[in-house]
Structure formats: C-alpha cells, structure tokens
C-alpha cells in the first residue's frame, strides 16, 4: 500500500485511543518521498520565560510514500513517530532521541500488541512504489548556520533567492548556508521570505527536516 493522509489520520485516532489514552492533540499529516526515512515527527515549540521550559506550539508527522509498504509495516512506522510526539507532547526526558524512555515504550507495543516497532527499519527487499505525476509546488529552501550556532530555515520567493545569496556573502554573522528543493506539503506552511529571516530550529531537527530534501546549486554570476 502506499501510505493517504487520510489512513494516517484514520489510524493515528485507533493508535491514540488504545496506546496513548487518547492523549495526543491532532497533529498535522504530510507525505514524503524521502528514501531513507519512513517517518519523521516535526515539532515545533515556542519560547517561554528564563525558568521555564518551552511549550509545544504543532507538531507534523510525515510517512514516505518512497516504498509500497505493507499496512502492518506503515502501522510501525506510524507508532514509532507517535512515540516521539507523545514523548515531545508530555515533556517527558529521555536519553536520546531514540534513548531508554523512547525503547521502553516501543517494547511495551511490541510485547503487549505484537507490533514490531524499532529504532531503524530495514527496507531491504521493499517494492518501490510506482511513480505518481506530481503536480504540487516546488520550494526554494535556504539553510542558514549563524555564528551563534543558531540554525535557521526558509522557504525564499525564487525571485529574491539571488539577493539573499548576495547578503549572506557579505555577511559576518553567517558560517554556513545551503540551498535545497522540497515538494513536500509540510513547507505550506512557512511564509515565503524576501529577507534573511527564518524559522528556528535545533540542529537535530533541521538535520532531520533537510534529510527529505534535495541540495539545490543556485547559480550566481
């Protein structure tokens, strides 16, 4: 099977109600083509005060429609990001990203629910899933490293792309920067940038972002 928002929303209400207690808010569902990563469970939080922690503001999760899964096999993949958003949901500490807590967890499903849930799959002997005509936007994305190690991420209007590259070439403040494409639905939701300013990430988790996307040479001359 290849992998509908509607079946992940379909089966992230069943999972909730009979793993996490139907603790777990709606999250936003989008589709990949990434290869090496099934799933991927994107959160973002906002910034409180000094002394307290941050909150969780959304949350995406993502499966790949790269294979033609069997269910069972999207089923495992799907209750290995929601360990993740439950994790992130309830600011519970772990280890890792894929420490102590988050293994208990999937070994408990694994045990008590014959599930199959693991730290890393492997696709070996998957079908690939027959390509599908593509008509969604293509985003121009731009990764930005300051000197701080800040990490920050856009989504630039194409036609601004040639004077932000002109600006972070002179800039100080700017270690590293790459350009990358991404079809992916999860990008609707960025404002598309004439200036350098971004979305703030972790270093992890615009590793994991970008791991879905495709590096982009932007010529200049």
Same mark, same amino acid.
């Given at each position: 099977?290849?992998?509908?928002?509607?079946?992940? %929303?379909?089966?992230?209400?069943?999972?909730?109600?009979?793993?996490?207690?139907?603790?777990?808010?709606?999250?936003?569902?989008?589709?990949?083509?990434?290869?090496?990563?099934?799933?991927?469970?994107?959160?973002?939080?906002?910034?409180?005060?000094?002394?307290?922690?941050?909150?969780?503001?959304?949350?995406?999760?993502?499966?790949?429609?790269?294979?033609?899964? %069997? %269910?069972?096999?999207?089923?495992?993949?799907?209750?290995?990001?929601?360990?993740?958003?439950?994790?992130?949901?309830?600011?519970?500490?772990?280890?890792?990203?894929?420490?102590?807590?988050?293994?208990?967890?999937?070994?408990?499903?694994?045990?008590?629910?014959?599930?199959?849930?693991?730290?890393?799959?492997?696709?070996?002997?998957?079908?690939?899933?027959?390509?599908?005509?593509?008509?969604?936007?293509?985003?121009?994305?731009?990764?930005?490293?300051?000197?701080?190690?800040?990490?920050?991420?856009?989504?630039?209007?194409?036609?601004?792309?040639?004077?932000?590259?002109? %600006?972070?070439?002179?800039?100080?403040?700017?270690?590293?920067?790459?350009?990358?494409?991404?079809?992916?639905?999860?990008?609707?939701?960025?404002?598309?940038?004439?200036?350098?300013?971004?979305?703030?990430?972790?270093?992890?988790?615009?590793?994991?972002?970008?791991?879905?996307?495709?590096?982009?040479?932007?010529?200049?001359?």
């Amino acid at each position: 099977m290849i992998v509908t928002k509607e079946w992940m %929303e379909n089966r992230f209400e069943i999972f909730n109600r009979q793993y996490f207690q139907g603790q777990l808010p709606k999250p936003g569902f989008t589709l990949s083509r990434a290869r090496t990563q099934l799933g991927q469970c994107r959160c973002r939080y906002k910034k409180r005060g000094l002394w307290q922690r941050n909150k969780l503001e959304s949350c995406v999760i993502a499966l790949s429609t790269y294979y033609d899964m %069997e %269910e069972r096999e999207a089923c495992n993949v799907l209750l290995h990001e929601m360990i993740h958003y439950y994790i992130a949901h309830n600011q519970l500490k772990d280890t890792s990203a894929h420490g102590r807590l988050f293994r208990q967890i999937a070994q408990s499903l694994n045990a008590r629910w014959g599930w199959q849930v693991s730290v890393k799959t492997s696709v070996e002997g998957w079908a690939l899933a027959q390509p599908q005509k593509n008509t969604t936007e293509t985003f121009l994305i731009l990764a930005v490293e300051t000197s701080g190690g800040a990490c920050y991420l856009s989504v630039v209007m194409p036609s601004y792309a040639h004077k932000l590259e002109a %600006e972070i070439q002179k800039s100080r403040e700017v270690i590293h920067h790459r350009w990358y494409t991404s079809r992916d639905d999860y990008f609707k939701g960025f404002p598309k940038v004439r200036s350098l300013r971004g979305r703030k990430m972790s270093k992890e988790d615009l590793s994991r972002t970008l791991s879905a996307c495709q590096p982009f040479n932007l010529q200049v001359g």
